[in-house]
C-alpha cells in the first residue's frame, strides 16, 4: 500500500465532497452558536447545531452583504451552501451561501422566485415608470376606508391641495381575496377618471402584507393605465407592490404628499409667474414704444411735406446765396466799371482841352502834324468849349 502525505489524503476527501451533488447544493437547519463576523474582511464564522451534534460554517463577505437581517447566537435557521473540506485543519465545514429565518424559508424563497420572474418580464423595469402629473384634477385611492389609511390621505389633502377631488374605493387589504379585491379597486379607480392613483394601508407584519407581495396585485398596478403610487406600511422591506408601482411611498400620506402639490407654492408660482408676465409685457411695451419713436422718426422725415421742407429750405439757402453772389459780383462789376470809367476819362481828349488844349480838324480828319495841311486851307478848331474856324495862313 502506498504512502500518501496528509494534504493528499485531506485533498481527496475533498474532491471526494465536492462531487457529491447533495453536498453541493444543500440547505441544513439548525441553531446558530458561536457567531462571529470579522471587522476587517467582512466574512461570518459560526457553528449549526442541534440537539445531538453540530457543524462548523463559514459565509464569506460577498454572500454575507446580501442579508438582509444580522444572525445571532441561538437563531434558528436555514442554511443553503455547500459542504467542503478545510484543508489546513483537515475538517470539514459548511461553506453558506444564504441563511433564512426558520419558517420564512420557503415563503421568503417563493417571494424571491416571483420577484426575479417578474422581473426577467419587466414588470419592475425603470423605463415603465411614468411620472407624476403635477396638478391632477382626480386623486384615487384604493385602500381600506375603515382604516387609518384613509384617513390620513383626506387630511393631508385637505390642508396641501383641496382643489382635487379625491376618489376612495374600499378594498381588502389583507386576508383572503384582497390581492382580487385590491385589483378591482385600480380597475374601478382608473375607469372613474383619476389622473393617479394611490394603492396601500397602514403598517403591520408580514404576514399582513401578503396581499401586496402577490402576482396578482403586481400585474394589476402594472396594467393600470394612469400612474400608481405604492404606500405599504412602514415595512423596511420592499413589497412586490413597490417595485411595479410607478412611485413609492413609506406611508400612505407620504404618497398623499406625492401625488399632490402645495397649493401654497402652487400660490407663490402663480405670484411669480404674474411679475414675470408683468415684467415682459412691460418691457415689451417698452421697446415696442422706442421702434415706434424710431419708425415715426423714420416715416416723418420721408413724408412728402418734411421733404418739401427741406426742398424748400435748401432753395431758399440757394436763393440767399445767389443773391448774396449777385451783390458781390454786380459790386465788383461796379467798381471795375468805375475804375474803367476814371480810366477812360483822365486818357479823354476833353479833359486835355480842359486844361486849355484844342483840336485841329481837317474837314473829319485830325490834324496831327503840320505836314497834314496846305498853307491857304481852311480847319476847325475845336474847343473844350465850343468851336471855329480858321485858314492856315502859314506853317512851319
Known amino acids: 500500500m502506498p504512502v500518501v502525505t496528509v494534504s493528499q489524503v485531506n485533498r481527496y476527501i475533498g474532491s471526494k465532497l465536492k462531487g457529491d451533488r447533495i ?70 465545514q459548511l461553506y453558506a451561501n444564504d441563511i433564512i429565518p426558520e419558517g420564512a424559508g420557503k415563503a421568503s424563497a417563493a417571494l424571491e422566485q416571483l420577484k426575479k420572474k417578474l422581473e426577467k418580464e419587466g414588470i419592475f423595469a425603470p423605463g415603465h415608470k411614468r411620472p407624476l402629473p403635477y396638478m391632477p384634477k382626480k386623486i384615487g385611492a384604493v385602500t381600506s376606508l375603515s382604516g387609518a389609511a384613509v384617513r390620513d390621505i383626506i387630511n393631508v389633502l385637505t390642508r396641501r391641495y383641496p382643489l382635487c377631488e379625491l376618489y376612495a374605493v374600499n378594498a381588502l387589504v ?35 402584507l401578503g396581499a401586496f407581495n402577490t402576482e396578482q396585485v403586481a400585474r394589476g398596478i402594472y396594467g393600470c393605465k394612469v400612474p400608481v403610487i405604492s404606500a405599504v406600511g412602514h415595512e423596511v422591506d420592499l413589497t412586490i407592490a413597490d417595485l411595479a408601482a410607478d412611485m413609492r411611498a413609506p406611508t400612505p400620506s407620504a404618497a398623499a404628499e406625492l401625488a399632490a402639490p402645495d397649493i401654497s407654492v402652487i400660490r407663490e408660482n402663480i405670484d411669480s409667474y404674474e411679475k414675470r408676465a408683468e415684467r415682459a409685457a412691460l418691457l415689451t411695451f417698452s421697446r415696442a414704444s422706442d421702434r415706434f419713436t424710431a419708425l415715426d422718426s423714420r416715416l416723418s422725415a420721408q413724408s412728402p411735406e418734411s421733404r418739401l421742407s427741406l426742398v424748400e429750405q435748401k432753395l431758399s439757402g440757394l436763393e440767399t446765396r445767389m443773391g448774396l453772389a449777385f451783390e458781390r459780383y454786380t459790386e465788383k462789376r461796379s467798381s471795375e466799371l468805375c475804375e474803367k470809367i476814371a480810366k477812360l476819362e483822365s486818357l479823354s481828349p476833353l479833359k486835355v482841352m480842359a486844361r486849355g488844349y484844342s483840336l485841329i480838324y481837317s474837314g473829319e480828319a485830325l490834324v496831327r502834324s503840320s505836314e497834314d495841311i496846305e498853307k491857304g486851307s481852311e480847319v476847325t478848331l475845336r474847343f473844350d468849349n465850343g468851336g471855329a474856324k480858321a485858314e492856315i495862313t502859314e506853317k512851319w
Request: glycine share 14%; net charge negative.
Open 23 to 92: 453536498l453541493q447544493g444543500i440547505m441544513v437547519k439548525g441553531e446558530i452558536s458561536n457567531f462571529v463576523k470579522h471587522f476587517k474582511s467582512g466574512h461570518c464564522y459560526f457553528s449549526l447545531k442541534d440537539s445531538e451534534s453540530s457543524i462548523k460554517a463559514v459565509m464569506f463577505a460577498s454572500a454575507a452583504s446580501r442579508l438582509k437581517f444580522m444572525p445571532e447566537d441561538g437563531m434558528s435557521v436555514v442554511v443553503s451552501g455547500s459542504i467542503s473540506v478545510y484543508e489546513r485543519d483537515g475538517a470539514y
Open 174 to 208: 389583507q386576508g383572503e381575496g384582497a390581492p382580487e379585491s385590491i385589483c378591482r379597486g385600480i380597475l374601478k379607480a382608473e375607469a372613474a377618471g383619476c389622473d393617479v392613483i394611490i394603492v396601500g394601508r397602514g403598517g403591520g407584519s408580514a404576514e399582513d
